[in-house]
């Protein structure tokens, strides 16, 4: 039998995330065009003949959207579609951001290269170009990643492994996020607020920045607040 070379074992990894990454993009969609109702268990092993692959790429799938809390597993009964975040869930949310993206930006700005800026710039025009969308996750995708890379591409920046790995815990409850507002709250003002802390970076101006990135999560909580998809069980 032929080992497997250097360069066969970086294709077939990449390979494997690929399909992985496919499928977790499947699965997303289901979830957001409603193909899936919120308490209904997802069957691994159908899934995996709906989307034509084994279950490996399925389970790996499941496991990043557990990480955003948009599914859920249950000890000995798999995975089931977790039910929307409440008004609750959403404060405890920003309330994390605001702690830890001002100061992570800071020192982001401190770090701050001229690929850096062009970087976030790039990012932000592709924001821009994509926010109107549509009501489909396949016409908002564009939308959704240029908004999660510019905000982890600044986290990436602070060179702070554990900043990176702070901030990752909760990536993926600010992407699920992002993915519920998006038709309610995309829109010029994002764009702003971005080249805020993008003018901020370019003039590297450390403590503008943080106060841009703060304002921008300001921005965020006082758009979501008007959000009657966000309520507390209690209606509170």
């Known amino acids: 039998m032929n080992a497997t ?11 494997r995330q690929m399909l992985v990454d496919f499928v977790f993009e499947a699965i997303l969609s289901l979830l957001l065009d409603d193909k ?28 990043r959207l557990e990480a955003t809390g ?21 404060d405890a949310l920003l309330t994390t951001r605001q702690v830890l993206e001002p100061a992570i930006t800071h020192i982001a700005c401190d ?9 976030l710039n790039r990012f932000n025009k592709e924001l821009d170009a994509s926010r109107r969308g549509g009501d489909r996750f396949a016409d908002y995708r564009a939308y959704w990643k240029a908004d999660e ?14 900043l990176l790995r702070a901030y990752s815990s909760v990536e993926g409850h600010i992407q699920r ?15 702003r607020e971005h080249q ?6 370019q003039a590297n101006d450390a403590e ?20 009657t998809k966000f309520s507390d069980p209690d209606g509170a």
Do not use: C, W
């Open 149 to 162: 890379m510019f905000h982890r591409r600044i986290v990436e920046s602070t060179n702070n492994e554990f």
């Open 196 to 201: 805020a802390i993008i003018d901020a970076f």
């Open 36 to 63: 899936i109702p919120t308490g209904s268990p997802l069957n691994i092993d159908g899934l995996a003949k709906r989307f034509k692959v084994s279950s490996t790429p399925v389970r790996e799938a499941l496991a």
């Open 5 to 15: 070379s250097p360069q066969e074992e970086v294709q077939l990894i990449g390979n």
């Open 208 to 227: 503008g920045a943080r106060t841009a990135m703060n304002k921008h999560i300001d921005g965020i909580r006082s758009r979501s607040s008007n959000l």
């Open 177 to 191: 996020f992002r993915l519920m507002v998006h038709n309610d709250m995309s829109g010029e003002h994002t764009v």
């Open 70 to 90: 948009m599914v859920r597993r249950e000890a000995l009964r798999g995975y089931k579609v977790a039910p929307a975040p409440t008004a609750s869930d959403v």
């Open 111 to 119: 770090n701050v290269t001229p690929s850096l800026v062009a970087e």
